[in-house]
């Protein structure tokens, strides 16, 4: 069974960094992408950055220049480097690997880090 664990959330006032992992377990095939999503409170769950495979990223344009996400797939393992944090981007951080197996995609999801930005 497919785990993903996050790590290295918590509490930073504006402008200071954060660095979240994430560990992928309990899978005999690789993923074809994994991502950072986020999630405040009353608001919808967000992409906030994504890697493939082949290493091409996507953000999110509120974390653009701020936020870079890592990946080393050997290892089952995606980060998230946070520069310059804000307020705005206090959420539950969501670590999520996607997979294409039998012709269909499947989603996996860690339980979330709490990352919470204030003076």
């Known amino acids: 069974q497919v785990q993903l664990v996050e790590s290295g959330g918590g509490w930073v006032q504006p402008g200071e960094s954060l660095r979240l992992s994430c560990a992928a377990s309990?899978?005999?095939?690789?993923?074809?992408?994994m991502a950072w999503y986020r999630q405040a409170p009353g608001k919808q769950r967000d992409l906030v950055a994504q890697?493939?495979?082949?290493?091409?990223?996507n953000y999110a344009d509120s974390v653009k220049g701020r936020f870079t996400i890592s990946r080393d797939t050997a290892e089952n393992q995606v980060y998230l480097q946070m520069n310059s944090l804000k307020p705005e981007d206090t959420a539950l951080y969501y670590c999520?690997?996607?997979?294409?197996?039998?012709?269909?995609?499947?989603?996996?999801w860690g339980q979330g880090t709490q990352v919470t930005v204030s003076s």
């Open positions: 309990g899978s005999d095939f690789s993923f074809n992408a």
């Open positions: 999520n690997a996607r997979a294409r197996r039998n012709l269909r995609w499947y989603d996996y």
């Open positions: 890697i493939t495979n082949g290493g091409g990223t």
